[in-house]
């Protein structure tokens, strides 16, 4: 039985807490590995195993929000910074984070979405500007290689076969699917650096925010909601572009944000009812990096979305890799599958593999690593099947898998964890498209109720296509 909400506003301070405590540690763990980050990770996993399995709708309130967005600014000025722009130009960016992120809870506290949204984007943007400038040649082999392997296809050639100039990592492999590089290399071929094109694709998942609680607005009436679901968008996505670290998120390159848009505009397309189209920026996110794959099969045991879909995703996929891999199939395997196996553990990486393996001397067999990652998914397509849960808790457990995949793994940095945090806040934004959340709330307690009796919701109530309120 889905929990009634009587624990919501505290749930809803929780939930902020934990989001404060989770990226001020992501930002501090860059390039330095600590016990106690690995535990507030795992921390934030055993709390969002519990939402999950208590299945609490969230009440946002414009006063957890404000918690929020000030926390944000208060722990991305005060916790411990790495990055390779210079210091006095890596605090203006820290600086320009924090006043957005005061700004967006202003904006919120007074109900202009649209206002406190266009000013979390314009500081990303500003960031990305004083990122770009102030450090053109970061010393990362991310940037290094997409830069090249833009070079590359401008002369024709599979990079996943060419050897990089100058990189500080890796030296002779593309380890991302090959639409990492294509959706970034616009940026180099015409600004004359990828992390130009980052910026594009911010903009588009902005407007995917907005799109999405526009999207829930229709397929629920106005007077049902206590707040505006562009509202929760607008608050929502300020988090997520306004959290802790993002300068150096930026600066390195880091690719998550593109997979972020490609499953947010999956996200729009599904609420609006447009399911097949919603397998296109599906398929591109699942083209440009690899753990997707731990997704997808919780998309094919969801209803909604279902066999057809999912199987069709994946051959969409396979379509949009192919090129890369029939001209270098040998190249193409090893970049993205056995040197990722083979790769010797870098020691920041912040997960219980590096944990046990940098303080106790002890290497965790891959058996272990496979049954709890392995385990947790097959857990997570048993309960989808049998609760037909609705969007936003499909996408929690998408980033419940992910966290879990990241904390037994070799490695998992920043970008990785903050793809989970940001997948947790557009479900707080689809699950403004759930009709049954409130319609609990309006039922007196001794009301009947099918999801206590164990009738499974119907399809239609999961995800029903989108309509219009009558005026």
Known sequence: MIARLKGAPLAAFVFAATWLAYFGMLQFSVVRLRIKIVVTLTVAAVLLAWWLARRLHLALSPLVVAMLLVGNAVVGLRTRFFSHVPTEWAWTGRGVLAAAAVGAAAALWFRRPGLALGTAFAAYAAVTVIAIRTDPSPRIDVWITLQQAADAMARGENFYAVTWVDSPGIQDAFTYLPWTAVLLAPGRWIAGDVRWMHLVWALVLTVGFWQLGTAARERRPAAATALDPRWVAAAAGSAILLVPGTLIQVDQAWTEPLLLTGLTWWAVLMTRGR?????????????????????????????????ARAIATGALTGALIAPWFLTAPADFFRDTVTLLM???????????????????????????TGLIVFGTLALAILLIHRRRPPLGELLRWS???LLVANLVNKQAFYNQYWLVGALVALSLIADQADDRAEDRLSRSP???DPTATGAPPTDRDALAPSRPPRR
């Open 399 to 401: 980033a419940l898998i």
């Open 446 to 448: 001794n009301a009947a």
């Open 342 to 368: 083979n790769f010797p553990p870098i020691r920041f990486a912040n997960t219980w593999y590096l944990y046990f393996q940098h303080y106790h001397g002890i290497t965790l067999p891959f058996w272990v």
């Open 275 to 307: 399911t097949w189209w919603a397998i296109v920026p599906l398929a591109l996110a699942c083209a440009s990096k690899q753990h997707l794959a731990l997704v997808l099969p919780l998309l094919l045991a969801w209803r909604p979305f279902g066999p």
